[in-house]
């Protein structure tokens, strides 16, 4: 960590061997992408930590979980593990996840993938997971919005339907990723009126070859300032990347150079997701402080 500075942490990464056509999501095709590539990246851009996010192509929960905790080891603690499941496998695979996950200290969330797969958030299958996640008190990750799968169907990933469960499930903190781009400001909208609901950055830029990406870079800038003013507060607000899709460094600079005090910069930048995910507690068995 840079000395005289909070720490960094990147709130949305993925670094898995079954990330879908790196060559042609990655932004930039001759990425080093393996832990070492990340934690180079991560240096250079001042990021301490960062949460790797499973995806649901894994082949099953445990090989998902194994290879976590490789990334874990190898990185020092550094890269800490967010897991998924996918609720449409049926009720067996949910349930053989979670006693998975019950043994594993280290779980800093849970990141489930509406739009990308065919389930609302308010699916009653989803309900285990939930009432886990309040139990372990982990953070609930859930994709919004767009989807890099064209045949995936963005309208289970609106924000407006994470409302419900946000309010059954009030003591469960949800996190709303790419802060529900295109639906910004419906994702402020939560921020605002739920208080367990938090927005993340990641990902609300397209390729860097995309012809007018300058303009976009600015134009999002000016998209989260205004979210983030009609919430009035930046305090559940995260930094993110969604990398290998953004680089760090532009990632980072969207949110540094937000029109806001510096105090809030840093609390996107890394404050906030300390205190939301526990960093300093993650290696403690679980149910200790």
């Not at 906030?272 to 679980?286: H, S």
């Amino acid at each position: 960590m840079a000395t005289g500075r909070p720490p960094r942490v990147d709130a949305h990464l993925h670094l898995t061997r079954w990330w879908p056509d790196l060559a042609h999501t990655a932004y930039r095709a001759d990425l080093e992408y393996n832990s070492r590539g990340l934690l180079e990246e991560m240096d250079a851009a001042g990021i301490d930590f960062g949460l790797v996010i499973q995806v649901y192509e894994a082949p099953n929960a445990e090989e998902a979980l194994a290879e976590s905790r490789t990334l874990a080891t190898a990185s020092g603690g550094r890269l800490r593990p967010v897991v998924t499941v996918d609720p449409t496998r049926g009720e067996a695979t949910v349930h053989d996840a979670i006693g998975l996950w019950e043994h594993e200290p280290t779980i800093a969330g849970i990141k489930l993938f509406p739009g990308y797969l065919p389930f609302y958030p308010h699916d009653p299958r989803l309900e285990p997971i939930y009432e886990f996640a309040h139990r372990r008190e982990l953070p609930v990750l859930i994709h919004q919005g767009d989807t890099l799968d064209r045949k995936g169907l963005v309208k289970f990933a609106r924000p407006i339907e994470v409302d419900e469960v946000a309010v059954r499930y009030s003591d469960v903190r949800f996190v709303l990723c790419h802060f529900g781009n295109p639906w910004v400001e419906e994702a402020a909208e939560l921020v605002y009126k739920d208080e367990n609901v938090y927005a993340d950055t990641s990902g609300l830029l397209a390729h860097p070859s995309a012809p007018y990406f300058r303009e976009m870079v600015a134009e999002c800038r000016r998209r989260l300032h205004r979210a983030i003013v009609s919430v009035g507060s930046a305090e559940r607000v995260l930094y993110g990347s969604d990398w290998p899709l953004e680089e760090l460094s532009v990632a980072v600079a969207l949110v540094a150079d937000l029109d806001l005090p510096p105090a809030d910069r840093e609390r996107i930048l890394g404050t906030n997701a300390v205190r939301l995910f526990r960093l300093g507690e993650r290696t403690a068995a679980p149910g200790s402080s």
